[in-house]
T-cell receptor, first 116, second 114 residues
Framework: AQTVTQSQPEMSVQEAETVTLSCTYD???????LFWYKQPPSRQMILVIR??????QNATENRFSVNFQKAAKSFSLKISDSQLGDAAMYFC?????????????FGAGTRLFVKA | EAGVAQSPRYKIIEKRQSVAFWCNPI?????LYWYQQILGQGPKLLIQ????????DSQLPKDRFSAERLKGVDSTLKIQPAKLEDSAVYLC????????????FGSGTRLTVV
C-alpha cells in the first residue's frame, strides 16, 4: 500500500525568508503524481503545485517549487520569499497514475508559521 | 467558475443521533470524493463516486456511514448513529477525469459529537 510521510509537524520561517517542507512516500508504482496542498484556517484545501513522476524537471509555481527525487522517493516543497499569507497547514499527497480511480493519499501535514 | 459547495459549515450533535452533509461539486466534474479529516491528521478517503457509481468505499464504516449521488451531481453523506470518534471535518472534493488534475475542495463541515 502507498504511504505518505511528513516528518515535520511544525515549521517556522521569517517573513521574506525561504523554507523547505519535507515529504517522503512509499510506492511500488512507476507512474504516479505528487501534489502539495495548502489548508488555511478557512479549511478549504488549495492545490499549490503538482509533479508528474515521469518528468525529471522539478515543478515551479511562482514562489513555490519542489525538489523531486524519484529514486529516494522524496518530494519537498520550497517556499521562497515567505509571506504572512503562507501560514497554513501543508499536505503532501500521492496519486497512482494508471489505475485506482485517481484516489489521492495524504500525509499528516506540516503546520507552517510565518513570523513578521 | 463556482467552487465546491458544502453545507452545513458546522454541526454539533449528541452521540447516537444522525446527521447528513451535502455537497455540490463543480459543474462538469464527474468524480466526487468524501474525505474525513480528524484533528491533527491528513484527510482520509471515505468514498469516491464516478458519476453516480461508487468507485471506492473501502474505508467507509458501512455499519453507520452511507453516501449517495443519485443523479451524478450533488451528494449526501450520512452518519447514523454517530459516535464520539466521528468528530472531524468532512471534506468534499471533485475533479475532472484527468490524471494530472488536482482536486477542488469545498470548505468542509466541522462535526462535533458530544
Amino acid at each position: 500500500a502507498q504511504t505518505v510521510t511528513q516528518s515535520q509537524p511544525e515549521m517556522s520561517v521569517q517573513e521574506a525568508e525561504t523554507v523547505t517542507l519535507s515529504c517522503t512516500y512509499d510506492t511500488s508504482e512507476s507512474d504516479y503524481y505528487l501534489f502539495w496542498y495548502k489548508q488555511p484556517p478557512s479549511r478549504q484545501m488549495i492545490l499549490v503545485i503538482r509533479q508528474e513522476a515521469y518528468k525529471q524537471q522539478n515543478a515551479t509555481e511562482n514562489r513555490f517549487s519542489v525538489n523531486f527525487q524519484k529514486a529516494a522517493k522524496s518530494f519537498s516543497l520550497k517556499i521562497s520569499d515567505s509571506q504572512l499569507g503562507d501560514a497554513a497547514m501543508y499536505f503532501c499527497a500521492y496519486r497512482r497514475g494508471n489505475t485506482g480511480g485517481f484516489k489521492t493519499i495524504f500525509g499528516a501535514g506540516t503546520r507552517l508559521f510565518v513570523k513578521a | 467558475e463556482a467552487g465546491v459547495a458544502q453545507s452545513p459549515r458546522y454541526k454539533i450533535i449528541e452521540k447516537r443521533q444522525s446527521v447528513a452533509f451535502w455537497c455540490n461539486p463543480i459543474s462538469g466534474h464527474a468524480t466526487l470524493y468524501w474525505y474525513q479529516q480528524i484533528l491533527g491528521q491528513g484527510p482520509k478517503l471515505l468514498i469516491q463516486f464516478q458519476n453516480n457509481g461508487v468507485v471506492d468505499d473501502s474505508q467507509l464504516p458501512k455499519d453507520r456511514f452511507s453516501a449517495e449521488r443519485l443523479k451524478g451531481v450533488d451528494s449526501t453523506l450520512k452518519i447514523q448513529p454517530a459516535k464520539l470518534e466521528d468528530s472531524a471535518v468532512y471534506l468534499c472534493a471533485s475533479s475532472l477525469d484527468s490524471l494530472a488534475g488536482g482536486y477542488t475542495f469545498g470548505s468542509g463541515t466541522r462535526l462535533t459529537v458530544v
